[in-house]
């Protein structure tokens, strides 16, 4: 039984930051891909950042610069730092993993790492609201 349980979402100014955590528990595999995803009310689920076990990472274009995805693997949690947030910024984030995944496998399989079909595994989600 693998969970996914998210935490760290909450409301914030525009110009704010905030750290979600997503801690991962009964991960039998040894190589992962973890990220992170968001679906703001009305769209469609889009993905944000995600990290390999190399350390590899890769971020949509929205985020680059503001957002940092970083996991401590000793104790099974995945975070994202995120930093001058926007209201656009508004949504449900989701962690998720891939089991035998590196980033170079996504891009083989599905010409991006954050394609929402590559990742077996979702948190609950956390809401995350900027205002302006």
């Known amino acids: 039984q693998v969970d996914l349980i998210n935490s760290g979402g909450g409301s914030v100014q525009a110009g704010g930051s905030l750290r979600l955590s997503c801690a991962a528990s009964?991960?039998?595999?040894?190589?992962?891909?973890m990220a992170w995803f968001r679906q703001a009310s009305g769209k469609e689920r889009e993905g944000v950042a995600t990290?390999?076990?190399?350390?590899?990472?890769r971020y949509a274009d929205s985020v680059k610069g503001r957002f940092t995805i970083s996991k401590d693997n000793a104790k099974n949690i995945l975070y994202l730092q995120m930093n001058s947030l926007q209201p656009e910024d508004t949504a449900m984030y989701y962690c998720a993993a891939a089991p035998a995944c590196t980033i170079a496998t996504m891009y083989e399989l599905y010409g991006t790492a954050l394609n929402i079909l590559g990742y077996n595994y979702w948190g609950q989600g956390t809401q995350v609201t900027v205002s302006s």
């Open positions: 990290i390999d076990s190399d350390g590899s990472s």
């Open positions: 009964g991960y039998p595999y040894s190589s992962v891909c």
